[in-house]
Structure formats: structure tokens, C-alpha cells
């Protein structure tokens, strides 16, 4: 139930499921929070519901949220994500007239199969890791060959970035959520 899906994951949906997007933001787009200059939540898309978990304690969060950023360096980004949209994903660039340039799916063809795979052979596991599992081999893979022998882990989100990451989703949280109150 989604009850239980907010009391697992009760740090929030946008420190979890969203929280991937938000460090591309941080690494790529300029976001921080001193530099965001506004957010705005999209209230078609967005639902904010609060449920009883598995223990009876409520918890509120997004099932869904979509919402925009501009900085103050003049930067605009979306991010969309949902609690019951399936494992698969998408990142779509668009250009300053709204219109698509670029669409990346996640899983492409080829991991569907291994994703398959996965499933019948670890059924009981959660089904977005079988998504990502070519990215968290590589991932591994970079970091190890940094602590055995000193080369840079190319591409990994370092320890700086997570942190910003996390200051977003915190002051995003409350923002978005009484926009949606």
C-alpha cells in the first residue's frame, strides 16, 4: 500500500525516490539553495496525501510531485516523479519554447531483458534496483578502483554534492508541501 511505501521510506519522497534528479540539478544546473530563486510546484500533477503505515502512525508525503526551479542565474528545471508510475523512467530536455529535443528512457531495450531476468531469479526484491543495476555495478566498480589505487571515481557524485542534494530536498520539502496544502 502506499501507507506502507511512506512509513518504509519515511525520510520523504524527495530525499528517496526524487533524490537522484535532484543531485543531477545540484551537479549540472547550478541548483543550490542559495541559488534558487523560485519554486513552483505543479498542482494538476501533484498529489500530497497523508496515510497510516503499517503501524498505525500517519505520515504525509507526494505520491506524486512535479514541480519547477529557477535560479537566480537564471536556470529553469523540472523534475516529475511518482510513487505508482512503474519502475521505468525518463529524462526529457526541452528547449526555452517548451519543446522536446531530447528523451533518454531508463530501462532501454537491452536492460529490460536483464531486468527480467533479475525478477524471476530475486523475486521478493524491490524492482527499481533490477532498473538500476548496470549503474550501481558501475558505480562500485569506480569507486573501488579509487580505494585501491587512487584513480578518480569519474562521474560519481561526490560527497559535496550529496550534501548540497540533501540541503535541496530539505528546502524544497516544506515548500513544496504547503503549496499543496
Not at 41 to 53: H, N, R, V, W
Not at 83 to 111: H, I, L, N, Q, W
Not at 133 to 157: L, M, N, Q, W
Request: hydrophobic share 35%.
Amino acid at each position: 500500500s502506499l501507507g506502507e511505501c511512506f512509513e518504509r521510506n519515511a525520510e520523504g519522497m524527495l530525499k528517496n525516490m526524487a533524490i537522484h534528479e535532484l543531485a543531477l540539478l545540484v551537479s549540472f544546473y547550478d541548483v543550490t539553495v542559495d541559488n534558487i530563486e523560485s519554486v513552483t510546484a505543479d498542482k494538476e500533477f501533484s498529489s500530497l496525501q497523508t496515510l497510516a503505515g503499517p503501524s498505525g502512525k500517519e505520515w504525509t508525503d507526494f505520491d506524486k510531485i512535479k514541480f519547477t526551479i529557477r535560479t537566480k542565474t537564471g536556470t529553469v528545471v523540472s523534475v516529475q516523479a511518482d510513487r505508482c508510475g512503474g519502475t521505468d523512467s525518463y529524462a526529457a530536455v526541452t528547449d526555452k519554447d517548451g519543446e522536446e529535443v531530447f528523451r533518454y528512457y531508463m530501462p532501454d531495450e537491452e536492460d529490460k531483458e536483464m531486468v527480467k531476468a533479475l525478477t524471476e531469479k530475486y523475486p521478493t526484491a524491490m524492482p527499481y534496483f533490477f532498473t538500476q543495476h548496470p549503474d550501481y555495478i558501475t558505480v562500485k566498480e569506480r569507486v573501488s578502483k579509487f580505494c585501491a589505487d587512487g584513480t578518480p571515481a569519474e562521474g560519481v557524485a561526490t560527497i559535496g554534492i550529496a550534501v548540497d542534494t540533501l540541503k535541496v530536498a530539505e528546502y524544497l520539502t516544506p515548500l513544496l508541501q504547503d503549496q499543496l496544502s
